[in-house]
């Protein structure tokens, strides 16, 4: 099995950044995409971010240019680095992991808050 372990969630002003972590444990295939997603009270789960270990990425339209996503594959770890935070970004981010391998399966971690408030 694999876990997935988030972190770097909090409460921030707008306009102030965060960075989120999230590692990576158990049996995980090395062609894989990591991902970051969020859901907002009585919203849907949405996608904020994705990236694969052969190095494509994906953003969100709202999140784009503020938002980066990296990788350390030696690790599994993927990081979400959130600058110039909006109140519309507080949510629980979750973390995905995901193999490219036709019918494998995914996994996610619990989440972590953030909150954007003054």
């Known amino acids: 099995q694999v876990q997935l372990l988030e972190s770097g969630g909090g409460l921030v002003q707008p306009g102030g950044s965060l960075r989120l972590t999230c590692v990576a444990s158990g049996s995980i295939s090395s062609i894989n995409t990591m991902a970051w997603y969020r859901q907002a009270p009585g919203k849907q789960r949405e996608l904020v971010a994705a990236?694969?270990?052969?190095?494509?990425?994906h953003y969100a339209d709202s999140v784009k240019g503020r938002f980066l996503i990296s990788r350390d594959n030696a690790k599994n770890t993927v990081y979400l680095q959130m600058n110039s935070l909006k109140p519309e970004a507080t949510a629980v981010y979750y973390c995905?992991?995901?193999?490219?391998?036709?019918?494998?399966?995914?996994?996610w971690g619990q989440g972590t808050q953030v909150t954007v408030s003054s």
């Open positions: 995905n992991l995901r193999g490219l391998v036709p019918r494998s399966p995914e996994y």
């Open positions: 990236h694969s270990s052969v190095g494509s990425t």
